[in-house]
Structure formats: structure tokens, C-alpha cells
């Protein structure tokens, strides 16, 4: 039987964007399934490189600068290898602090830039993927006793890691460096194992596709209670939803509707107008009109769902659920015959989209079954070798793009001087012009550049802005 442990992890990165924007530093700790350290902890630093540039706000928050980076760091390909073998170790539960809609997201823009799967880790030899976020949420909405909740100036809860830690002395110092980060997640993870055992072990269980499945069943729907950072803080980030259909172009999505809003002017529109609407930015909207309160709940994503028995009275009246009205919402969705028809329609409607960049292009197509494994020979050959790979030895042309800018980014050695030349030509073109999904080019950089300096600045923050000038100059040079 496979032994099963929890791999606890955090990027710091050179933006907020893990399409565009790479990891600065990776950290992380391996425990057992009761939270014990297991293992050395890893931390490593990505080398930057020429085709980028970091956004000066990150580095503002982060104090890790592109120097450091270089200096103290290892080529991507060989970070990401680091990071690979300790998240397909069998039975390994890949988890973090808002990992699943950011930290994976680097991971697997990072696994495909680097030639490796970008989704195996996750569900092969037992693995899984998981998140404390949503549990901090989940425990703060349902069972919140035995953990003190910080209040933001908002007067809501903060969900923030360091206000949490701090709230619950818990020691985090070195906030927004990776290893100090994955620390303070155990920690807070272990108060929620102690404080509230039962739920800890009930969310974890919805890691598994299989048991949300379960629970959002569509053959007998059930108002269910889901608990999202999408819901406002006021009602505890918490909703009574009733599924209604799989998204028929992603069968990991369930579309549910938000039972906190009366259903009279949803019903009454078209197919058109409900994709009109559902895709308008909030400050299109009209006044007084409402947002389509439908929501997708992801399968493979962790999501916070609960029975509705679990909220007792006195939640209820503190989140503002009001049953009759969920009740009464819930039966005037279920009077209309036509209403999955329609949203069939809606969500069966393909939108269209530019087509991207290799480099981010992820999300475009999955890796044929033969390109993968000329993807694995790729990874076991000598980089020396590189040079002689032909790249339309790979079906995707995303691949054939790739090949070349790994061997730049991770073996310039390998590159000829034509090679050199057309790498320089790239970066530049990336930079100056804004081509080849750019994330930031050098005018944009150079403005924030100049924004942060003209603000009023530390002594600390003033030493990372003059680095990053002194990082470009050299670049140019």
C-alpha cells in the first residue's frame, strides 16, 4: 500500500500572472498525514532570464531581486526538475496556500514550458492536490470555534496568512519568503486538524473528484453549502447553491445557481441573453441589474461543499440565510421545464479567443500520447545533444516553438551563433515591442519603475528599485 503524505509548498514570483509572469523561489516541506515534518525542506531560486521582465511591485513585496536570483539561483529546467521529483513521489498530497488557483498554475505553465506533464503529478500513483485556503474558509463559515479570525479594515475576516498567523501567534517571520510561507501553512493547517478535526478530515476528503461528484449529484440534486472567496465576506463567503448541469465543454464543471437570489428575471431571459449577460464585466452592468448568479463549481479543484445540515441556526442568521426564501428560490428554478435546455445552449457556445503564445498556450490542446513520450526522451538526453533535436519531430507546433527557447533559456551553450543571434532577436522583440506574449516591456517596466520611486519609499524598498535599474541597465549592456 502506497504511504501517503502531504508535500507543503509556495513560489514566490516575478508577477501575478503564472501565464506570463515565472517563479523567483520555490520551498517545500514534506510531512506525514498527521503534520509531522518528514524529509529536508527544499528551496531554490529560478535564474531569470533575457526575455522577461520582473514587475518592480512583486520584488517590492517579495525583497527577492533578479541578482539574488541569478546569483543564488539554478537554470529553470533544472529547478522545475527539482520540483517534479518531489511531486510524483506515489502518494504525495500536493498542497498549499491558495495553491490551486495560483501555485498550480505556475507549476503547470512551468512543467509545460520544461517538456513535463503538467497535469500527472496531481492524480497519478495515488497523488492529489489540495488547498488551506478554502479550508480557512470553510472552518471560518461552519466551525469556527477554537481559532481566533483577524478582522481587516474592512471589518470582515482576513483570510491573509500573515494575519492569521498573527492572530493565532503563530511565529511568520520573513512573510512572502516561500519557506517562512509553507511554515506558517502547516502551522495553521495543524491548528484546524486540532481545533476541528471532524470538518479538517471532511474537506480533505473533497480533494477526490469521486466524492464531490457525490455530493453535487445531478441525478437528485440537493441544495448543497459552498463556501468561495467569489461570495462577499459578509455572508461568510458562504452560499446555498442547487446544481443543475455539467458544463458540456468541461465535464469537471458543474454550473450551479446562487439560491441567495430570487430567480424572476433570470428565468425570463433567452439563451442569448443569459451569455450576454453572464460574460458583461460588473461595471457594464446596468443600474440595478443583477449579475447571472450562476457559478461553476470545478470537480478537480477542491471545492468547499457542505450539506445544509451543517449549518446551524444561529450561522444562518449570521450569514443572512434565510431558508424560506432559499426554499422558495429553489422551487421557482425547478418550475421551469426548459431551464437546463437553455443553459445547454449557453454554455455549449464556444467564445472565442486570440490564439496565444507558445509559452502560454497551455490551455490550447492536450500533449498527443506521442508527443509525450518524445517529450520524456526529450528530458533524458544530453543537453549537449539538444542542438541536434529536430523540432518537427514533435506533432505540436507549441512544442516545436518550445524547443528552441528551452535550449536558449536553459543550455545557451548549445545555441550556434545564428541561434544567439535569433534568441537576442526574440528577447528584444518580447521587450521593446511587446511581441510574442509579452508580460511586461521594458516602457512598462520603467514606468512603474518611476511610479514606486516617486512614492514615498523605505530605505528597503529604495535599495530593490535601485537594483532592478541597475538589473536592466545591465541587461541592455
Known amino acids: 500500500m502506497t504511504k501517503r503524505s502531504f508535500y507543503w509548498h509556495d513560489y514566490?514570483?516575478?508577477?501575478?500572472?503564472?501565464?506570463?509572469?515565472?517563479?523567483?523561489?520555490?520551498?517545500?516541506?514534506?510531512?506525514?498525514e498527521n503534520l509531522n515534518i518528514i524529509g529536508e525542506p527544499l528551496m531554490i531560486y529560478s535564474q531569470p532570464t533575457a526575455d522577461f521582465l520582473p514587475h518592480p511591485e512583486a520584488v517590492l513585496i517579495t525583497g527577492i531581486t533578479p541578482q539574488q536570483a541569478a546569483s543564488d539561483g539554478i537554470?529553470?529546467?533544472?529547478?522545475?526538475?527539482?520540483?517534479?521529483?518531489?511531486?510524483?513521489?506515489?502518494?504525495?498530497?500536493?498542497?498549499?496556500?491558495?495553491?490551486?488557483?495560483?501555485?498550480?498554475?505556475?507549476?503547470?505553465?512551468?512543467?509545460?514550458?520544461?517538456?513535463?506533464?503538467?497535469?500527472?503529478?496531481?492524480?497519478?500513483?495515488?497523488?492529489?492536490?489540495?488547498?488551506?485556503?478554502d479550508l480557512m474558509r470553510i472552518t471560518h463559515a461552519l466551525r469556527p470555534e477554537g481559532i481566533n479570525w483577524p478582522q481587516n479594515d474592512q471589518g470582515?475576516?482576513?483570510?491573509?496568512?500573515?494575519?492569521?498567523?498573527?492572530?493565532?501567534?503563530?511565529?511568520?517571520?520573513?512573510?512572502?519568503?516561500?519557506l517562512v510561507d509553507v511554515k506558517a501553512t502547516i502551522a495553521m493547517a495543524k491548528l484546524v486538524k486540532e481545533k476541528q478535526p471532524r470538518l479538517f478530515d471532511f474537506y480533505f476528503e473533497l480533494r477526490s473528484k469521486q466524492r464531490v461528484a457525490d455530493l453535487v449529484n445531478l441525478i437528485k440534486p440537493q441544495i448543497l453549502l459552498h463556501v468561495s472567496g467569489m461570495f462577499p465576506a459578509?455572508?461568510?463567503?458562504?452560499?446555498?447553491?442547487?446544481?443543475?448541469?455539467?458544463?458540456?465543454?468541461?465535464?469537471?464543471?458543474?454550473?450551479?445557481?446562487?439560491?441567495?437570489?430570487?430567480?424572476?428575471?433570470?428565468?425570463?431571459?433567452?439563451?442569448?441573453?443569459i451569455q450576454q449577460k453572464l460574460y458583461t464585466k460588473t461595471l457594464d452592468l446596468a443600474e440595478g441589474e443583477q449579475r447571472i448568479p450562476l457559478k461553476g463549481v470545478h470537480l478537480n479543484k477542491s471545492p468547499?461543499?457542505?450539506?445544509?445540515?451543517?449549518?446551524?441556526?444561529?450561522?444562518?442568521?449570521?450569514?443572512?440565510?434565510?431558508?424560506?426564501?432559499?426554499?422558495?428560490?429553489?422551487?421557482?428554478?425547478?418550475?421551469?421545464?426548459?431551464?437546463?435546455?437553455?443553459?445547454?445552449?449557453?454554455?455549449?457556445?464556444s467564445?472565442?479567443?486570440?490564439?496565444?503564445?507558445?509559452?502560454?498556450?497551455?490551455?490550447?490542446?492536450?500533449?498527443?500520447?506521442?508527443?509525450?513520450?518524445?517529450?520524456?526522451?526529450?528530458?533524458?538526453?544530453?543537453?549537449?545533444?539538444?542542438?541536434?533535436?529536430?523540432?518537427?519531430?514533435?506533432?505540436?507546433?507549441?512544442?516545436?516553438?518550445?524547443?528552441?527557447?528551452?535550449?536558449?533559456?536553459?543550455?545557451?551553450?548549445?545555441?550556434?551563433?545564428?541561434?544567439?543571434?535569433r534568441w537576442m532577436n526574440f528577447c528584444q522583440s518580447r521587450l521593446l515591442d511587446g511581441e510574442f506574449g509579452a508580460g511586461l516591456t521594458l516602457e512598462q517596466f520603467q514606468q512603474q519603475l518611476l511610479t514606486l520611486a516617486q512614492q514615498e519609499q523605505g530605505q528597503r524598498e529604495q535599495k530593490l528599485l535601485e537594483q532592478l535599474s541597475l538589473w536592466v541597465q545591465s541587461m541592455a549592456g
Open 156 to 178: 470582515f475576516t482576513s483570510f491573509k496568512l500573515t494575519d492569521l498567523t498573527a492572530a493565532n501567534n503563530i511565529e511568520q517571520v520573513g512573510a512572502h519568503d516561500a
Open 12 to 32: 514566490e514570483t516575478w508577477g501575478a500572472n503564472p501565464r506570463v509572469d515565472r517563479p523567483s523561489q520555490f520551498a517545500g516541506i514534506r510531512t506525514d
Open 234 to 273: 459578509e455572508q461568510g463567503c458562504l452560499a446555498p447553491i442547487i446544481p443543475l448541469l455539467a458544463n458540456p465543454t468541461n465535464s469537471n464543471e458543474i454550473i450551479c445557481y446562487n439560491l441567495r437570489f430570487n430567480p424572476q428575471q433570470f428565468l425570463a431571459l433567452t439563451a442569448e441573453q
Open 304 to 349: 468547499a461543499l457542505a450539506p445544509i445540515k451543517t449549518l446551524t441556526a444561529e450561522q444562518a442568521e449570521k450569514w443572512q440565510v434565510n431558508w424560506d426564501e432559499i426554499n422558495q428560490h429553489h422551487q421557482m428554478l425547478m418550475s421551469d421545464p426548459d431551464l437546463i435546455s437553455r443553459l445547454g445552449k449557453v454554455y455549449k457556445q
Open 351 to 421: 467564445r472565442e479567443f486570440e490564439e496565444s503564445d507558445a509559452d502560454s498556450a497551455l490551455y490550447e490542446g492536450f500533449i498527443s500520447r506521442e508527443d509525450r513520450l518524445r517529450c520524456n526522451q526529450l528530458l533524458a538526453a544530453n543537453p549537449d545533444d539538444l542542438a541536434a533535436w529536430n523540432p518537427d519531430s514533435f506533432q505540436d507546433k507549441r512544442l516545436r516553438i518550445l524547443l528552441f527557447r528551452y535550449r536558449a533559456r536553459n543550455f545557451p551553450k548549445t545555441l550556434s551563433s545564428d541561434e544567439s543571434q
Open 75 to 133: 537554470p529553470e529546467a533544472e529547478f522545475f526538475k527539482k520540483i517534479h521529483t518531489e511531486f510524483t513521489k506515489a502518494g504525495s498530497c500536493i498542497v498549499g496556500y491558495n495553491s490551486i488557483r495560483f501555485d498550480d498554475e505556475v507549476t503547470r505553465f512551468g512543467f509545460y514550458r520544461n517538456f513535463y506533464d503538467p497535469y500527472a503529478y496531481s492524480w497519478q500513483n495515488s497523488n492529489s492536490r489540495w488547498d488551506i485556503l
